[in-house]
């Protein structure tokens, strides 16, 4: 079975720019999160989707958003880069669709940074 | 909120010694935990994890107890590998309300030398 693939790997942007990165959970896996990491906050949530929708939500600004399609797939935005965006972006996948907790499997990440 | 507390790195090691990573968390309701092990450049892997208190996660020789007294799941290994050399994660996921997300730790950076 194929792991969480997420694209692109390396992105280099410019402050006040827009990215959008991508992922791919493992097949059959419905619920997709993301996690930034960085070496001062370490790794935070910012964001899960279940068939479509944002069941939760972590502290960041609403410069930070994303969606997911019909098949699990989803994608993350940030607009108006800023410096301090610069991190890992990991995307995790889990089959979960019960209150029963399933282990989350991580993607490789995307690597963002800001200039 | 929901918090986990884990030793501050970095930890250097012989190849064979014995290790031990603190880890505590702060919960509401009754957690699920977990170790996730980072090797450079790539995600996280999961390494073992405990759903309920007294229960044991192994892997790869790993192996922490959750400890529901002292709200605690250490990481020890009874001899490491220059293999082991990886940052080490301790998190929680709360199985009471919002269990969709993961807490971590700040990571332990293992450094172990032949």
């Known amino acids: 079975k194929a792991g969480v693939t997420q694209t692109p790997r390396y992105l280099i942007k410019t402050r006040g720019q827009q990215v959008t990165l991508s992922c791919s959970p493992i097949?059959?896996?419905?619920?997709v999160s993301w996690y930034q990491q960085t070496p001062g906050q370490g790794l935070q949530f910012l964001f899960e989707y279940f068939s479509e929708t944002q069941r939760n939500k972590g502290n960041f600004p609403g410069r930070f958003s994303g969606r997911q399609f019909s098949n699990s797939r989803s994608e993350m935005n940030v607009s108006t880069l800023e410096l301090g965006d610069s991190a890992l972006y990991l995307c995790a996948s889990s089959s979960t669709g019960t209150s029963q907790y399933n282990e989350q499997f991580f993607g490789p990440g995307t690597r963002l940074t800001v200039l | 909120g929901d918090s986990v507390t884990q030793m501050e790195g970095p930890v250097t090691l012989s190849e064979e010694a014995f290790l031990t990573i603190n880890c505590t968390y702060t919960a509401t309701g009754y957690p699920s935990l977990f170790w996730y092990v980072q090797y450079p450049g790539e995600g996280l892997q999961l390494l073992l994890k405990?759903?309920?208190?007294?229960d044991k996660g192994s892997n790869k020789g790993f192996e922490a107890t959750y400890r529901k007294e002292t709200t605690s799941f250490h990481l020890e290994k009874g001899s490491v590998q220059v293999s082991d050399s990886a940052v080490y994660f301790c998190?929680?996921?709360?199985?009471?309300?919002?269990?969709?997300?993961?807490?971590f730790g700040k990571g332990t950076l293992l450094t172990v030398n032949p």
């Open positions: 998190a929680l996921s709360d199985n009471g309300g919002s269990n969709y997300k993961l807490t």
């Open positions: 405990a759903t309920k208190a007294d």
């Open positions: 097949s059959g896996h419905r619920s």
